[in-house]
């Protein structure tokens, strides 16, 4: 059970964030503050706020489900996508784009690239899929709360026994509401930073707390005890694993680059930067930023194991076991084992601060997606479909009302639906409903100038249908399994597979994302009449906006600092950054191949594997993140200091309310440059004149 002092822990930094977000509204005033933070953010205040809504409890809780399953092995595997995700960082790989397109919404970016009809398409795919996806994060969130806190499963109202999960989910959406409703995009990215840095704090009084209650060699005897072909240690000895394998590993590779940004949760913050190199440096920030995090996520993980397995723990295991056995549902005993695990063995204070960084990412998280689906819905759907302009305090009103109907929609469909497996493999199969054509469809838009809005059609109607196909299958397989055994006796994977559809979300997932990116290659190359004006969607040359553009001097050439992604407006100090990260990363790469060739020649002892992870996962990086956690407590607290600085100068445009108008409707606003020098870069040279 929480103590008071748990409880004021929470208690005193939640009433002083949201006394921050009532005070923020009033710097609201048109559509681009509360869709895109008047893109006032700098790189360290959207780091912070991004990284913070990175802790969202379905996200941890779903981490401990494959963590239990599969313990190290799959982040071991994982390591593969070391060279994508750092050529996405560094590079700016579609978010540098997208932010010179302005778009407030990828559906924006899709009309502007393709047809205002696409767009209606893919908003309504996109908003559809968010949603659904969405649906189970209020369930899955307020059990956690519930069981972590040690609550009663049931509240006795009157005559009725009310789940407290319900009222939890009342409660957290109402907290995430007023977030999200007082400022839009503005107050979320603001309260989101400040969570973010308390959260760092804390960060580290866990880590050093279960350090003290925990011995490595506890962790390691507990952690060796696990079936042969399921390791949990070594990631050589996991062919009997089902779900979370090396198969699971490889598609996750191909869609962390397929899918770059093709999900909008939280796309706000796609916009919110001051500009695209400010966004770029926020991503890149982000690898420093989160070691400390991933290193208390992970100790949490590994000392909640041992906590259930090592017969040191065995009277608190027990008490667990208690708790579990009165779940009925396989799937929510899965889901709260080790958070009733972690209830019982942090102590007090200690369990506070957890519960304070864990509600600090929930309503994080939770405003973020509520903000995306419902200004998703507004601005994809509605307002292309409106003849007659809103001015801008109606239009926020409309962005609200769509923000609360998600909130509702999440709590009904939390209570009603039945989740028949992992949380992974449902943000899968759902995502797959809008990414597995979006991505495609984004890449392609941003990238290839012979693009077409027949290709686009093509990827998206493919791949939304696959996935939508395989959520069906999934929700009525007890259903139609009798028949199909009848109509197909001599099909194993279907004979084989009562219980539930025998194909898992991450493989349709990536049929939907192999179909879709083959059928936009192939229609768009048959229907290609004319190349895309890239230079008018991207903003440069004649088309530039002087509030974008970034003046730093930076000698253009073929260099390793341009194949890393290091250009023209980078100081000497994003280069230091940059290139810290990308040493960083590429040494842990090389250590990956060198230890996957010596297990593949010489196979290590499981004692071996236990130390590579004491200090890979735990030692090195504690050591630099108390480093980084300073680091980005003075940026965070810069940021948010000159974003107040700017909001005091900060100039409203009611124009910039994310409507797309055809080219040759576009008027230049103020703030374009259009100057001769300009106009003379984009002409032909002209030849020397002649002499007589």
Same mark, same amino acid.
């Given at each position: 059970?929480?103590?008071?002092?748990?409880?004021?822990?929470?208690?005193? #930094?939640?009433?002083?964030?949201?006394?921050?977000?009532?005070?923020?509204?009033?710097?609201?005033?048109?559509?681009?503050?509360?869709?895109?933070?008047?893109?006032?953010?700098?790189?360290?205040?959207?780091?912070?706020?991004?990284?913070?809504?990175?802790?969202?409890? &379905?996200? &941890?809780?779903?981490?401990?489900?494959?963590?239990?399953?599969?313990?190290?092995?799959?982040?071991?595997?994982?390591?593969?996508?070391?060279?994508?995700?750092?050529?996405?960082?560094?590079?700016?790989?579609?978010?540098?784009?997208?932010?010179?397109?302005?778009?407030?919404?990828?559906?924006?970016?899709?009309?502007?690239?393709?047809?205002?009809?696409?767009?209606?398409?893919?908003?309504?795919?996109?908003?559809?899929?968010?949603?659904?996806?969405?649906?189970?994060?209020?369930?899955?969130?307020?059990?956690?709360?519930?069981?972590?806190?040690?609550?009663?499963?049931?509240?006795?109202?009157?005559?009725?026994?009310? #789940?407290?999960?319900?009222?939890?989910?009342? &409660?957290?959406?109402?907290?995430?509401?007023?977030?999200?409703?007082?400022?839009?995009?503005?107050?979320?990215?603001?309260?989101?930073?400040?969570?973010?840095?308390?959260?760092?704090?804390?960060?580290?009084?866990?880590?050093?707390?279960?350090?003290?209650?925990?011995?490595?060699?506890?962790?390691?005897?507990?952690?060796?005890?696990?079936?042969?072909?399921?390791?949990?240690?070594?990631?050589?000895?996991?062919?009997?694993?089902?779900?979370?394998?090396?198969?699971?590993?490889?598609?996750?590779?191909?869609?962390?680059?397929?899918?770059?940004?093709?999900?909008?949760?939280?796309?706000?913050?796609?916009?919110?930067?001051?500009?695209?190199?400010?966004?770029?440096?926020?991503?890149?920030?982000?690898?420093?930023?989160?070691?400390?995090?991933?290193?208390?996520?992970?100790?949490?993980?590994?000392?909640?194991?041992?906590?259930?397995?090592?017969?040191?723990?065995?009277?608190?295991?027990?008490?667990?076991?208690?708790?579990?056995?009165?779940?009925?549902?396989?799937?929510?005993?899965?889901?709260?084992?080790?958070?009733?695990?972690?209830?019982?063995?942090?102590?007090?204070?200690?369990?506070?601060?957890?519960?304070?960084?864990?509600?600090?990412?929930?309503?994080?998280?939770?405003?973020?997606?509520?903000?995306?689906?419902?200004?998703?819905?507004?601005?994809?759907?509605?307002?292309?479909?409106?003849?007659?302009?809103?001015?801008?305090?109606?239009?926020?009103?409309?962005?609200?009302?769509?923000?609360?109907?998600?909130?509702?929609?999440?709590?009904?469909?939390?209570?009603?639906?039945?989740?028949?497996?992992?949380?992974?493999?449902?943000?899968?199969?759902?995502?797959?409903?809008?990414?597995?054509?979006?991505?495609?469809?984004?890449?392609?838009?941003?990238?290839?100038?012979?693009?077409?809005?027949?290709?686009?059609?093509?990827?998206?109607?493919?791949?939304?249908?696959?996935?939508?196909?395989?959520?069906?299958?999934?929700?009525?397989?007890?259903?139609?399994?009798? *028949?199909?055994?009848?109509?197909?006796?001599?099909?194993?994977?279907?004979?084989?597979?009562?219980?539930?559809?025998?194909?898992?979300?991450?493989?349709?997932?990536?049929?939907?994302?192999?179909?879709?990116?083959?059928?936009?290659?192939?229609?768009?190359?048959?229907?290609?009449?004319?190349?895309?004006?890239?230079?008018?969607?991207?903003?440069?040359?004649?088309?530039?906006?002087?509030?974008?553009?970034?003046?730093?001097?930076?000698?253009?050439?073929?260099?390793?600092?341009?194949?890393?992604?290091?250009?023209?407006?980078?100081?000497?100090?994003?280069?230091?950054?940059?290139?810290?990260?990308?040493? *960083?990363?590429?040494?842990?790469?090389?250590?990956?191949?060198?230890?996957?060739?010596?297990?593949?020649?010489?196979?290590?002892?499981?004692?071996?594997?236990?130390?590579?992870?004491?200090?890979?996962?735990?030692?090195?990086?504690?050591?630099?993140?108390?480093?980084?956690?300073?680091?980005?407590?003075?940026?965070?607290?810069?940021?948010?200091?000159?974003?107040?600085?700017?909001?005091?100068?900060?100039?409203?445009?009611?124009?910039?309310?994310?409507?797309?108008?055809?080219?040759?409707?576009?008027?230049?606003?103020?703030?374009?440059?259009?100057?001769?020098?300009?106009?003379?870069?984009?002409?032909?040279?002209?030849?020397?004149?002649?002499?007589?």
């Amino acid at each position: 059970m929480m103590s008071w002092i748990d409880w004021t822990i929470v208690a005193i #930094p939640l009433i002083a964030i949201a006394i921050v977000a009532f005070r923020t509204q009033k710097h609201v005033t048109s559509v681009s503050e509360f869709m895109a933070g008047g893109r006032l953010g700098g790189r360290y205040l959207v780091c912070n706020a991004r990284g913070e809504m990175g802790m969202a409890v &379905i996200g &941890i809780v779903a981490a401990y489900e494959l963590f239990y399953q599969a313990g190290f092995t799959i982040g071991w595997w994982s390591m593969m996508t070391i060279p994508m995700g750092l050529f996405i960082a560094l590079t700016g790989y579609v978010y540098y784009r997208y932010r010179e397109t302005r778009a407030m919404t990828l559906a924006q970016f899709f009309e502007i690239r393709y047809s205002k009809s696409f767009r209606l398409f893919a908003g309504f795919l996109g908003f559809m899929s968010g949603l659904i996806n969405y649906g189970i994060f209020p369930a899955v969130s307020a059990r956690f709360f519930v069981y972590f806190c040690g609550l009663p499963q049931e509240v006795h109202l009157l005559t009725l026994a009310v #789940p407290t999960f319900a009222i939890i989910m009342v &409660i957290y959406l109402t907290l995430a509401l007023f977030m999200t409703l007082s400022g839009g995009q503005l107050t979320v990215m603001i309260t989101d930073c400040i969570e973010g840095l308390l959260g760092l704090i804390m960060f580290i009084v866990i880590i050093v707390t279960l350090l003290i209650i925990f011995d490595w060699s506890q962790i390691q005897e507990a952690m060796s005890h696990a079936p042969a072909g399921k390791s949990m240690l070594n990631p050589f000895d996991i062919g009997k694993a089902k779900d979370f394998n090396i198969w699971y590993v490889l598609i996750g590779v191909f869609g962390s680059v397929y899918g770059v940004m093709a999900w909008q949760g939280g796309h706000a913050f796609n916009s919110c930067a001051k500009n695209a190199h400010e966004a770029k440096m926020g991503a890149i920030l982000g690898k420093w930023r989160d070691l400390a995090k991933g290193v208390m996520v992970t100790l949490l993980a590994v000392c909640a194991i041992t906590f259930l397995k090592h017969p040191h723990f065995a009277a608190g295991a027990s008490q667990v076991q208690e708790v579990l056995s009165k779940i009925t549902d396989p799937q929510i005993q899965n889901q709260m084992r080790m958070p009733i695990a972690i209830n019982f063995m942090l102590p007090i204070a200690v369990k506070g601060m957890l519960c304070s960084i864990m509600l600090f990412g929930l309503l994080a998280c939770d405003s973020s997606y509520l903000h995306s689906w419902g200004s998703i819905f507004i601005q994809d759907i509605v307002m292309p479909l409106r003849k007659n302009p809103l001015t801008p305090k109606q239009h926020v009103n409309l962005l609200r009302y769509a923000i609360f109907g998600v909130a509702v929609f999440g709590f009904f469909f939390s209570l009603l639906f039945r989740q028949t497996e992992y949380i992974l493999m449902f943000f899968a199969i759902t995502g797959a409903i809008f990414g597995g054509g979006a991505g495609s469809v984004l890449a392609g838009g941003l990238y290839w100038k012979k693009g077409t809005t027949a290709g686009a059609w093509a990827a998206m109607i493919s791949g939304s249908g696959l996935a939508v196909t395989g959520i069906i299958l999934q929700q009525s397989w007890q259903t139609l399994y009798p *028949w199909l055994c009848k109509l197909l006796p001599n099909v194993h994977l279907i004979v084989d597979s009562p219980d539930k559809f025998p194909i898992n979300g991450q493989y349709m997932n990536f049929g939907a994302m192999v179909t879709a990116l083959s059928l936009y290659f192939i229609v768009s190359l048959l229907t290609c009449k004319e190349d895309f004006n890239m230079e008018r969607m991207l903003h440069r040359g004649k088309y530039a906006v002087a509030d974008d553009k970034v003046k730093v001097e930076f000698a253009k050439r073929w260099s390793w600092s341009s194949i890393i992604g290091i250009d023209e407006h980078f100081t000497k100090g994003d280069k230091m950054i940059s290139a810290s990260v990308f040493s *960083w990363t590429m040494f842990w790469w090389i250590v990956f191949i060198v230890v996957t060739i010596w297990n593949l020649l010489s196979p290590w002892p499981l004692s071996w594997w236990a130390a590579y992870w004491h200090y890979y996962a735990v030692i090195i990086p504690l050591a630099i993140g108390v480093v980084t956690t300073v680091w980005f407590l003075w940026g965070g607290i810069t940021d948010l200091h000159e974003l107040y600085i700017d909001l005091k100068t900060y100039k409203s445009d009611a124009a910039d309310d994310g409507t797309v108008k055809l080219a040759e409707e576009q008027v230049m606003p103020d703030n374009y440059i259009d100057s001769v020098e300009t106009e003379k870069e984009n002409e032909e040279p002209k030849p020397p004149p002649v002499k007589p």
